[in-house]
């Protein structure tokens, strides 16, 4: 399927309000593959924006789930940074969240995907049991699993997968990695190379795209689709924050990797909260993103997590199969510059 997409442009999964079935319908009509993004929601949430998506488009779209924590946990370095953030949490007048565990309703979004037929579904955080992969395989859908490493891309495949999500350092967001330690920081070129000759499965390249020229890039270096998130933040369908879409516009900051809102390794915009905490912040998922909820929805921009790709200056608020359209002719352009400036 992935290699018979109209356009090999796939919309990334954007957990947290980003990702909405009218984005996704709008690029699974414009020849592309919209995802949606099951992190954070109920399953029952969950089935209401498939039923939704569905009504919107005929055509292949995903889901993204995630797979629950393995890694362990320091409970005495989780009580320290809450300690370090109770100044914050004065600050804005808001509590601090119970820093609990938890598997983000595992089971339950796993009984959905049993019970909806998704065209396509994807795993971050982990690679699920082969137990799980064939029974989602065997309910209709294709399976993708996101890696950052040779290593990760060879635990997928054996587990069965269908395909990857190689995701390079670059990328937006949440790191894709199994472990929430020892994290595989290769860019989204080499890692390419590095996994397609570890494991012979079509390949989705993600991690800093913002342009044709990039899908290009992409597809040359082996992939069969290229995926971009931030850039379909400040499409009108998506479902972004405000504030966080105005800190993108500005294009004013760079972008750093940090722990400090969720407990695990993502890049955003670096702010006064991430330049505070990224030091201290313990490698700790779910738990210390349980307690920087009420932080983050504040209302400052300062104390936000503001996911984004290396390139997301280049965002813009393209209606989304505007974009789909102009990323696929940008990308047979800069491939057919490329074979006019040195021919076969």
Known sequence: MLDELPEPIVQAPMAGGGSTPELVAAVSNAGGLGFLAAGYLTADTVRDQLARTRELTAEPFGLNVFVPERSGVDAAAVAEYAERLRAEAERYGVPLGDPVGGDDDWDAKLDVLYEANVPVVSFTFGCPSREVIAEVKGHGSLVLVTVTSADEAREAVAAGADGLCVQGQEAGAHRGTFANEG???????????????????????????????????VLAAGAVAAQLGTMFLPCPESGANPLHLAALAAGDVPT??????????????????????????????????????????????????LWAGQSYEFARPLPAAELVRELATGARSALAAAARRWPA
């Not at 994290?183 to 494991?199: C, E, F, N, Q």
């Not at 499965?201 to 899908?215: C, I, K, N």
């Not at 006064?272 to 920087?292: C, E």
């Open 183 to 217: 994290i595989d920081h290769t860019g989204l070129i080499p890692l390419l190379r590095k996994v397609s000759a570890a494991v012979d499965v079509p390949l989705v390249a993600t991690g800093g795209l913002s342009g044709g020229a990039d899908v290009a890039a």
């Open 256 to 305: 750093a990797v940090t722990r400090a809102f969720t407990g695990r390794p993502a890049r955003g915009l670096v702010n006064r909260f991430l330049t505070a905490h990224s030091g201290a912040a313990p490698a700790a998922y779910p738990q210390v993103h349980q307690l920087t909820r009420d932080l983050r929805r504040a209302g400052d921009q300062e104390a936000m997590s």
